[in-house]
């Protein structure tokens, strides 16, 4: 729905979640094989995110557990994207060092044994998904782009295309991607003026690259600096295949203990806990 635009049209996002939220919450019980009295609580997100949406589910929520007198339990995006971390690896420790990488946020945090977060940097201009889904706009690519980009990078050469790899000589903890975002912007202007073709593979796989980099570099340095020996990397951009392939590769060289979400729980999702 979304795709002829390159991006959330929020206003069209909360009307579809009107009219879906009813069918996805049923199906979400029917594949979990629960009924509605073995709910004890509602969690529902109520933000950061697109005000319109959130709406439609805390609305949902609230009538929800005020029809069956259960508590609801209003979540923290990020700190639902934080917590997916232990989804497949409950005895995942801390502290640790979690990177948060989504179309919305670049964060970075040290989670302490309480599980309670200091903020230790973050983007200062357009988060990690964001340029991902800019880059893939100009290239035509269609939304969202990031899982786009990581299929046709696969076909390129991620050293072909030189693009700026920004904040990382100046050191510190903050990312900053317009930079990589304009320079993508102009190599392709000056390559459709010469009337060369584009060389989409290996403009996917450098641009992916020059990310990717960033992100493992400021992550493992974050966990250099607070002296942890663990590292979570979680949110949309952690689905990315050249991003967990060279964060495995890393924290085994390293001897760091590294926690990637499964795929599905990457990306904005829920999930069931169960009380054993
Ligand atoms: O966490 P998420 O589902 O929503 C937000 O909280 O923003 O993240 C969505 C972002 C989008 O920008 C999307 O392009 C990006 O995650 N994304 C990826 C991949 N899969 C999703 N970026 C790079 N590579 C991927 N495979
Ligand atoms: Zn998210």
């Known amino acids: 729905m979304h795709g002829p635009y390159g991006g ?25 094989t629960i009924d509605w009295s073995d709910l004890n609580a509602i969690a529902v997100t109520r933000g950061p995110g697109l005000a319109g949406a959130l709406l439609v589910g805390v609305s949902f929520g609230k009538a929800l ?12 995006h990020l700190e639902g994207h934080l917590a997916s971390a232990w989804i497949d ?6 502290p640790c060092v979690t990177l948060v990488v989504s179309g919305g946020h670049t964060h970075l945090y040290l989670v302490s044994r ?14 990690a998904g964001e340029a991902f889904d800019k880059a893939a706009k100009m290239l035509e690519l269609g939304y969202p782009g990031g899982p786009a980009i990581d299929r046709l990078a696969r076909t390129g050469d991620a050293g072909a295309i030189r693009f700026p790899r920004p904040y990382l000589k100046q ?15 102009y190599y392709l202007r000056d390559l459709d003026r010469s009337g060369r073709p584009r060389p989409v593979g290996d403009v996917a796989a450098s641009f992916q690259e020059a990310i990717v980099e960033v992100l493992v570099e400021k992550a493992f340095d974050a966990v250099r600096r607070c002296q942890v020996r663990a590292l979570a990397v979680v949110g949309g951009v952690s689905a990315n295949s050249r991003l967990r392939a060279r964060l495995a590769s890393r924290a085994e060289s390293a001897g760091i203990r590294l926690a990637l979400p499964p795929a599905a729980y990457c990306t904005d999702n829920a999930t069931a806990a169960r009380r054993s």
């Open 114 to 127: 309480n599980r309670s977060c200091q903020l230790l940097g973050r983007t200062l201009d357009d988060a």
């Open 171 to 185: 050191g510190g903890l903050d990312f900053s991607f317009s930079g990589i975002k304009t320079a993508l912007l």
């Open 65 to 76: 557990a005020y029809a069956m007198q259960i508590p609801l339990i209003g979540v923290n």
């Open 89 to 94: 690896q409950p005895d995942f420790p801390t």
């Open 8 to 32: 959330v049209v929020p206003e069209l996002a909360a009307r579809r979640h009107i009219e879906t939220v009813e069918a996805v919450v049923l199906e979400a019980m029917r594949r979990a």
